[in-house]
């Protein structure tokens, strides 16, 4: 596909980093040259410099023939704006980031009129990251599908687990459990397992199941499952502010600490149920006061990454809460992993996830049916949810007998809101959705899963 | 410094050079020639050693600025020398200097020649001489570029470094469909070429040869009297593909992609055209009475401009014999050249028009000295740090260009012909005047001097930086 970039900021590298390794036509353009000559010189995409919600530039990026433009620069409005030209120019697709809370409000009523795709909020998206996370402390990351009734929950099976070298097969037929372990992380490498693999201590687990049975799980592999009662927010930023009013709204105490005396009244008053507490969260006796060794979660949205793995590390030490730690750079991800900080959330790369799960919606959208796709394993896995519209060689024949290619597994087969984990016996039919998890990348078609 | 990943570009260099190498062996099949031996043991020998050195896919494929220079230096050096090799091993130019000289002359387009009587070369050398221009001419990485699958936006950088101009930019987003884009235009315009020479009743291998020389406005010659034997009406045709193929191919793009209007606009194109259209005709009318008709003068001055213009270096007329103010006219077009992103060389049409345009911004900011003015081409403001490079190339070529003359001093050559030596090395046009004019050669210099004067074509060519970050020792620190 054409696509076209406006704004090469750290999501849009990000995004134009991702869209090129799969093959994507990109134009960038950008207001600073700088920025444009470096993108270009990185990473195999066409440079212009200007203004992205001028006509001519946008002409000259090639608007006639891009079939999607995305928006992410700093600011709301030229994304808001280069949407609109890019569409009356060109009629493509668009999708803007619009991340004040006034603006992300009102584009929901008139997104129709500016014919916008899709608009991002980095902010709430990873506010509903979080919220989603403690509401499960003992997963480390929870991702839905088929509108919510499916979740991909991912732990790491701890010393004493009553998992730590269990056969697959055992998990159903000791447990009585109706779940699907789909992909598990080892030392770097990643399996998609059958019945016969056994789990091993310090394995990252991805595993698929309807929500209830998710909590049933974890229940009966001893791991605590209630969800938090009460969460320390530090930094009360965008996210904090997004995340404060979700937990609330699930009857969960919110202490939100923060520096700025302006914006604790700020807070307080769009927040009237949230404790806010005006202090400086690096000093410990302000968190000690808190209640820090008591609290359930801890919550680390300032706006310095370091700061942001101190306090958890500091939290870590002084209390069992679950800990979420927010880190802006993407660029350490590999050190990062290593420390013992809890669910780390990435905003940046959350907002790259939507638009890449959107484009590739989009490119799927006319051979195929792909819903929905999440990139497991740091984008070694994937899976993805189909639709099945029409007959195919799939439909209408046991599982058992498909011949499926390797390291894919149907996760789970959802009909007419009933939700099927697969056996051998079970068939796809037509209206069903199906969730594939698999290591081949860029499955198109329902079809694909098969050996060609 | 990424040494594997210059391994591994160097290996696909000898092989596509291996490749290229068929053309000579088929010549030699057709005209049963035993210089073909030569050419097929150079190729088997090329191929081996790029299969050795691209057997192994180097981990780390990520290559930065330095890695693209030092990668393009180094395959033109590799290039020239197994191109050589045939020469010395067929015997047919047996000294190992001369024959190096000869490969590097044709592989930066020069045309600059060491042999008094080529006539007398086999048919199989004469092609691979003149191919190797066409080779020379778009580039062997973009080349290299347009058929490996070679993913990554870091291989920019190869672009970047060979090909010639004050910016590089590409036609659409991805590297290897510009580079393809490129040859396909190049390959189009020179099948064009030859078709319309055939109509002109030329011989078919001489078609071939010229067409080559003509694409990568290298110069080599099949005749001792290079085009001057042809038709008038081939003379034309290769008048017209010399100053086409002097044009940036950006606009080729533009006219196919049906932007022609903009291409029209462009005016590093409109200033190429007005400076062959002055040259012509001042030339025209200053030589006269030289030759029997306007259409004759006018066709030999035509000839030369656009020759000497694009860097190609062909001869109809021997113009030394011009007047001083033709002869002064010519020298000066050596050094303009023809446009950046086409497969001429000199200083480029493009970097002397924003030259001239910073000039007058300076002259405006005396007059009024709180002035802010931003210099344009075709509507777009060229960055700070494009003029900037300008200057320094401008600088380093003069640097070069004088040390060179200083240097091959010690041949004891008149000093016209030591300066248009350089000038027509540096430029990758062919000829000079005097002892190097276009019915003379260039065998009367030292092995020194020669030396020198490969190195000046082989800058040149690569825009003087790849080479001078060879020979810097900060290039090889880790």
Request: hydrophobic content about 45%; charged content about 20%; some cysteine.
């Amino acid at each position: 596909m054409n696509i076209i970039i406006v704004g090469c900021g750290k999501v849009g590298r990000s995004v134009t980093e991702q869209l090129s390794k799969e093959e994507h036509d990109i134009t960038v353009v950008d207001i600073r040259s700088d920025r444009v000559e470096m993108t270009v010189n990185t990473v195999d995409v066409m440079g212009i410099v200007g203004n992205g919600a001028s006509y001519e530039v946008l002409t000259e990026a090639g608007v006639k023939k891009a079939h999607l433009l995305i928006a992410v620069t700093g600011s709301d409005e030229l994304n808001l704006l280069c949407c609109l030209v890019a569409r009356k120019a060109g009629g493509c697709h668009t999708i803007a980031r619009v991340r004040n809370p006034e603006y992300s409000r009102q584009v929901a009523l008139i997104k129709e009129d500016l014919g916008l795709s899709m608009t991002i909020n980095p902010e709430y998206a990873a506010a509903m990251e979080i919220s989603r996370i403690l509401r499960f402390p003992s997963a480390m990351k929870i991702e839905t599908f088929a509108k919510g009734r499916v979740e991909i929950l991912q732990f790491r099976i701890q010393k004493n687990s009553l998992l730590a070298n269990y056969a697959i097969s055992e998990i159903s037929t000791k447990l009585g459990l109706d779940i699907l372990v789909c992909a598990v992380e080892r030392g770097g490498e990643v399996f998609i397992p059958n019945g016969n693999f056994v789990l091993e201590v310090q394995d990252l687990v991805h595993f698929i199941a309807p929500p209830k049975k998710a909590g049933e799980f974890f229940q009966k592999i001893g791991v605590d499952t209630h969800q938090v009662k009460d969460a320390m927010i530090v930094g009360g930023g965008k996210i904090a502010y997004y995340l404060a009013k979700q937990l609330l709204n699930m009857r969960i105490k919110v202490t939100i600490v923060e520096m700025s005396k302006e914006r604790c009244e700020q807070l307080s008053d769009m927040l009237p149920q949230a404790m806010i507490i005006q202090g400086d969260a690096t000093d410990e006796t302000t968190l000690m006061e808190e209640g820090l060794p008591y609290t359930e979660s801890f919550v680390a949205l300032t706006n310095l990454d370091e700061e942001n793995i101190l306090l958890s590390l500091f939290a870590a030490s002084k209390s069992r809460a679950k800990l979420v730690t927010k880190i802006n750079r993407v660029n350490f991800n590999e050190i990062i992993d290593n420390m013992d900080l809890g669910s780390v959330i990435y905003p940046k790369k959350i907002t790259t996830d939507y638009i890449l799960q959107y484009v590739r919606a989009m490119q799927n959208s006319i051979g195929s049916n792909v819903e929905t796709l999440y990139q497991l394993a740091d984008g070694n896995v994937e899976a993805l949810e189909f639709y099945i519209r029409e007959d195919s060689p799939v439909v209408n024949i046991p599982l058992e007998t498909l011949k499926l290619r390797e390291n894919l597994l149907i996760g789970c087969i959802n009909r007419k809101g009933k939700v099927i984990t697969p056996r051998g016996q079970d068939m796809i039919q037509v209206g069903d959705t199906v969730i594939v998890v698999t290591t081949n990348q860029g499955l198109r078609d329902i079809k694909d899963i098969l050996q060609s | 410094m990424n040494f594997q990943m210059v391994r591994y570009i160097l290996g696909w260099v000898m092989n596509i050079e291996a490749a290229f190498m068929a053309v000579p062996c088929i010549t030699a099949l057709v005209y049963q020639e035993r210089s073909g031996y030569a050419f097929l043991l150079v190729m088997l020998c090329s191929a081996l050693a790029g299969f050795l050195l691209t057997r192994k896919k180097p981990h780390n494929t990520v290559i930065y600025a330095r890695e693209g220079f030092v990668t393009v230096a180094l395959s033109w050096i590799v290039m020239s020398f197994i191109g050589a090799m045939p020469f010395v091993i067929s015997g047919e130019i047996p000294r190992f200097v001369d024959a190096l000289f000869e490969s590097v002359s044709g592989f930066t387009t020069t045309g600059a020649s060491i042999l008094a009587d080529v006539e007398a070369l086999s048919r199989c050398t004469l092609i691979w001489r003149s191919f190797t221009h066409w080779i020379g001419g778009m580039g062997v990485l973009v080349f290299l570029l347009a058929v490996l699958p070679l993913a990554g936006g870091y291989y920019m950088y190869l672009m970047k470094a060979e090909s010639p101009g004050p910016s590089v930019s590409k036609l659409v987003p991805k590297v290897k469909r510009t580079a393809m884009i490129l040859y396909g235009i190049y390959i189009g315009l020179t099948i064009l070429q030859i078709i319309l020479m055939l109509l002109g009743d030329m011989p078919f291998f001489d078609a071939l040869a010229t067409a080559f020389g003509t694409a990568g406005t290298g110069g080599f010659g099949i005749k001792n009297d290079s085009i001057g034997g042809y038709s008038a009406y081939i003379q034309n045709v290769i008048t017209i593909f010399m100053i086409l193929f002097g044009v940036n191919f950006n606009v080729y793009y533009l006219i196919l992609a049906g932007k022609a209007r903009q291409a029209v606009k462009s005016q590093e194109v409109r200033g190429y055209f007005l400076i062959i259209l002055a040259a012509v005709t001042v030339i025209t009318l200053s030589v006269t009475d030289m030759y029997s008709s306007l259409w004759e003068s006018m066709r030999h001055a035509a000839f030369q401009v656009g020759s000497i213009i694009t860097t190609t270096g062909f001869s109809t007329t021997n113009f030394d014999l011009w007047p001083q103010n033709c002869k002064t006219i010519l020298i000066i077009l050596m050094f303009v050249g023809a446009c950046a992103g086409s497969t001429g060389g000199g200083i480029k049409v493009s970097r002397l028009v924003i030259l001239l345009k910073t000039v007058k911004k300076e002259l405006a900011h005396f007059i009024h000295p709180r002035s802010i003015k931003k210099i344009k081409m075709d509507g777009h403001p060229i960055e700070h740090e494009v003029v900037r490079s300008v200057n320094v190339f401008l600088i380093t070529y003069a640097v070069i260009f004088f040390g060179s003359v200083l240097l091959i001093t010690v041949d004891n050559l008149s000093f016209t012909t030591n300066f248009t030596a350089v000038a027509a090395t540096l430029n990758n046009i062919g000829p000079g005047l005097e002892m190097v004019g276009p019915t003379q050669n260039f065998g009367l210099f030292s092995d020194f001097s020669k030396v020198v004067l490969m190195f000046d074509m082989l800058a040149g060519r690569l825009e003087l930086f790849p080479m001078l970050l060879l020979l810097t020792p900060a290039t090889w620190r880790r």
